[in-house]
């Protein structure tokens, strides 16, 4: 089984910026997809960024244009850089497998809160 370390998270104000970091405590991400998912309260699960394991990406309109998802295979490590962050990003964000959806379990993620 692969734990997932989520971390990097915190209390910023709107405009501010984020970076997320992903670990596994095994070297398997070069394997898959990976994707960043968050989960505000009261709300399902989403995802919101991923990548291919050849670093294509692919984000939900929400977060268009202000994150940005990455990768570096070789220290097994996936991160999310959250610019013009507004109080709808407020969520806790996880990192999992994606494309053909979440297969390990949840880490504890990383909560974000976005208020002045």
């Known amino acids: 089984q692969v734990q997932l370390v989520e971390s990097g998270g915190g209390l910023v104000q709107p405009g501010g910026s984020l970076r997320l970091s992903c670990a596994a405590s095994?070297?398997?991400?070069?394997?898959?997809?990976m994707g960043w998912y968050r989960q505000a309260p009261g709300k399902q699960r989403e995802l919101v960024a991923d990548i291919t394991i050849s670093s294509v990406t692919n984000y939900a309109d929400s977060v268009k244009g202000r994150f940005t998802i990455s990768r570096d295979n070789a220290k097994n490590m996936v991160y999310l850089q959250m610019n013009s962050l507004k109080s709808e990003d407020t969520a806790v964000y996880y990192c999992n497998t994606a494309r053909t959806g979440p297969i390990w379990d949840w880490g504890q993620g990383t909560q974000v809160t976005v208020s002045s």
């Open positions: 095994r070297s398997i991400f070069r394997f898959y997809p």
